[in-house]
């Protein structure tokens, strides 16, 4: 069984050697590059914790500051282990959405201890900030990187496509999905119908109904953990 890896170069490499794992081979196709905003130095003294909804956000964060110690709350494990990894020692994962990740926040702090620090990119799912203001919170958004998307799919893995030598393509996000669609569009694929589109969330697969898919499969929870299983539930049923 071979999967498609859609994800950034920095962010791949864990769940195709998870796949590896599974028995599963990975056939990394980013369709998302991230750059990191430059000349940006944080101070976060002035902050109770800081708010990760990603780890590209933890990766851009860790070339603006050397302060660790700061509580970190994460939207998922991923980005979790990605702070941790960058040396953070106080680090909590929602282990799930922008939605469970606000949640974790109101269990756990209180507004008059301080702001908030949101690092993120040029673009953010869901309303973090406006959730959390409804709290008493105040937010800060710290833009640290941009995400610029594929322009083609490379000719490879369009070769593999219509060679049907791709049985699952794994969509992390909805923009990715939609990327998705309209690369495979331009590379002149008209159907999809002998692979299986496994997805992180079902606003995910809302996004990646451009083409016949042979399948949706999506996670019962949004976290990778959740996505492998999929993955490997739909392998060995």
């Known amino acids: 069984m071979r999967i498609a890896v859609t994800r950034p170069a920095e962010d791949a ?12 081979e990975p056939v990394l196709e980013p369709l998302m590059f991230i750059e990191n ?15 990760i909804t990603s780890a590209n956000g933890v990766r851009a964060l860790a070339a603006c500051t050397t302060e660790q110690n700061i509580k970190v709350f994460a ?4 980005s979790a282990q990605a702070a941790e990894k960058a040396g953070f020692q106080n680090v909590e994962s929602a282990a799930g959405n922008v939605e469970t990740l606000a949640r974790l926040v109101v269990d756990h702090l209180t507004p ?12 953010v799912a869901g309303d973090l900030a406006g959730q959390l203001s409804q709290e ?3 937010v800060k958004r710290e833009v640290l990187y941009r995400a610029r998307f594929a322009e083609q799919l490379s000719p490879e893995f369009v ?8 049985d699952g393509v794994a ?31 079902q606003a995910v697969a809302d996004q990646a109904v451009g083409l ?3 399948d949706f499969i999506v996670a019962d929870s949004p976290d990778q953990g959740s996505l492998l299983h999929a993955i490997r539930s739909f392998e060995n049923p």
């Open 212 to 214: 016949s898919w042979r």
């Open 13 to 24: 490499q864990p769940l195709a050697a998870a796949l590896r794992d599974m028995g599963v």
């Open 171 to 201: 969509l992390f996000s909805p923009r990715t999905a939609t990327a998705f669609i309209e690369l495979a569009q331009k590379a002149g694929i008209i159907t999809l119908d002998k692979v299986t589109a496994f997805c992180l969330s």
């Open 159 to 166: 070769r593999k496509i219509e060679a049907e030598d791709i």
């Open 112 to 123: 008059a201890d301080g702001p908030l620090l949101h690092v993120a990119g040029t673009r």
């Open 37 to 51: 905003v430059s000349g940006v130095i944080l101070n976060l003294g002035s902050y109770q914790a800081l708010l």
């Open 75 to 78: 939207v998922g494990d991923a």
């Open 136 to 138: 008493g919170f105040e």
